[in-house]
């Protein structure tokens, strides 16, 4: 039905939408009051004390800090690279009518949606080397994080592809489009754009999985933050200047989220002739 943006949830009501704001006030008041608390047991416990954030100023403290940030972004940036497209082409392979195509999809969504990325990371570490297969630092966390990830992100992609209307596949199909076709050039463009939320949720989780880079001493920003810390001997001050710039990486993200989908809605709709033809017969259909 034209002029009507599909979702995957319900939007609240007017009555539901007050109970958001509600919960919202009340968790944002908790959160101040748990905040303050902190501060004040910080200043008790001398924690607040200038010398002790005095190293934080240094360049070359703040370069240690800065160099692990990215190695973060590196492996994050990876990660992402490889996940996204991958997940999105388990989740077409699991909506194949082809056994042959859709079990292994299924098999392997099911595996590693249900494995946690540090078990994964230990095989990598310690089963796999003594059998031959020792990967780089680096792959040794990646490829367990892309592992996991790619099988959460084929289930973003396989629920926003089931909640398009049904129509837009069968009009493809009725202008002679294939499966791939009709998923390439119909269906895809439709959905990722409602999902882009949702992938940035995904995204946001891939940088946290990398902080489990110091089981492989990978140095990563925590990794690198442990190891700061015992040096200057403020391990507190460190972990919450790690800390602010973990929220800093993740607001400029959610920031440039918001930023393309303005964009998006400035633009035109990108529409190839095929999907207009497919577009037309649908409206014929109803």
């Known amino acids: 039905m034209r002029g009507v943006e599909p979702v995957l949830f319900d939007r609240p009501g007017p009555r539901g939408r007050r109970r958001i704001v509600v919960a919202t006030v009340l968790a944002v008041l908790a959160l101040a ?98 059998v031959g297969l020792n990967l780089p630092t680096i792959w040794k966390l990646a490829v367990p994080i892309c592992l996991t990830g790619s099988a959460t992100i084929a289930e973003v992609f396989r629920a926003g592809i089931l909640a398009l209307e049904r129509g837009q596949t069968e009009a493809a199909y009725a202008i002679g489009m294939r499966y791939g076709q009709a998923m390439r050039l ?40 442990k190891i700061l810390g015992e040096y200057v001997h403020a391990p507190i001050q460190t972990y919450l ?22 964009r998006q809605g400035r633009l035109p709709r990108f529409r190839t002739r095929q999907v207009e033809d497919a577009t037309a017969v649908t409206a014929a259909a109803e």
């Open 33 to 130: 009051a748990l905040l303050l608390l902190a501060i004040r047991q910080f200043d008790v416990h001398g924690q607040l004390a200038a010398d002790k954030w005095r190293p934080f100023t240094q360049w070359p403290i703040m370069s240690f800090l800065l160099n692990g940030l990215k190695y973060t972004i590196l492996v994050t940036l990876l990660c992402t690279v490889i996940s996204m497209p991958a997940g999105a082409v388990i989740a077409l392979g699991r909506l194949s009518k082809r056994r042959w195509v859709s079990w292994p999809a299924v098999a392997f969504t099911e595996i590693f949606r249900s494995l946690p990325t540090m078990l994964l990371i230990l095989v990598f570490l310690l089963a796999l080397p003594p």
């Open 186 to 225: 119909v269906i895809l463009p439709q959905v990722i754009r409602p999902l882009l939320p949702l992938l940035l949720v995904q995204l946001i989780n891939l940088l946290k999985d990398s902080t489990l880079g110091y089981v492989v001493t990978y140095s990563e920003l925590l990794y690198s933050g």
């Open 241 to 262: 200047v790690v800390a602010a710039l973990y929220m800093i990486v993740n607001w400029l993200i959610t920031r440039l989220a918001h930023l393309i989908e303005r």
